[in-house]
């Protein structure tokens, strides 16, 4: 197997296991917290900044959720899913323009045999 | 940390293998490890597995080039403790402290290879901006690096955009340098499994 597939398997592995597998929270709250779309207050001021700016998360950010009946088990998975979603994000998003960066070059070789 | 099951939430074992770390290294066990021993058949397993191929996995990029991506891609999240963490290994591992911080302080400038500079580059777009477009990735592939060594940086910048959101989330302590010291000669014995 290429070094790159093992690599790419291992990540999925990483996604499947927190959205597919056993967990605390339910899985619907889990592809929630990965996409970080469709969460409730206090959750989703948490889950955002996990996604968007994780160093300005507070401990009263957590506390509110706790406050709001989420358990702590709860709080590990959903914020585990939502920096596994951020990152999965982005990296597809690389991965999809370096298969274009790779593909483009082939169509401009053969830019000129079709004119528009 | 923030929250208590990350660090009093162990099992006997667990309580067991942390004190002989702690024994060993002489330094308090890392919330780095502490966050992958909780509940590791949820996370920590197979996260380890994704940074070990991802850190140590066959690549044409040597383990201080990642090393060095793991630290500059935490630089661009400003999380602290992967910063010092990473900043460590990548010095240890080239066996060059200078060439680590010249590049953290300023890519543009520091004295390093053109592919592994176009690299990096790439990789502090992705991580600002979360996401890159073709012609970013021309640009890397013109510099001379390969399809398969974007591919092998992607897969570092993932692990550790990952890692740095928990470390800022969960509330990670920031230790000094010897503790840093310590875990960098660690991940180069011992990898991430």
Known sequence: ?116 | MRLKILNSGYGFGTKVLFAFIHAVSRQPVPDAAKLVFYRPDFYGAPMKEFTQEAMRGPSAWSVGDRELMAAFVSKMNACAFCIGAHTATAARAYQDEAKVSAVLSDLETASIEEPLRATLRMLRKLTREHAVNADDMRAVLAAGVSREQIEDALAVCSAFNTTDRLADAFGFFVPGPKAFEAGAKFLLRRGYR
Do not use: W
């Open chain 1, 1 to 116: 197997m290429l070094a790159e597939d093992k690599k790419r398997m291992a990540h999925t592995a990483v996604v499947t296991r927190v959205l597919e597998g056993d967990g605390r929270a339910s899985r619907a709250g889990r592809r929630a917290a990965f996409d970080n779309a469709g969460l409730a207050e206090p959750l989703r001021t948490l889950i955002d900044k996990v996604a968007r700016q994780p160093t300005r998360v507070t401990n009263e950010d957590v506390a509110a959720v706790k406050a709001s009946g989420v358990s702590e088990d709860q709080i590990f998975e959903l914020v585990v899913c939502a920096a596994i979603g951020q990152a999965t994000r982005q990296y597809e998003t690389a991965l999809e323009a370096l298969a274009e960066a790779m593909t483009g070059k082939k169509r401009s070789e053969h830019a000129s045999e079709d004119p528009q």
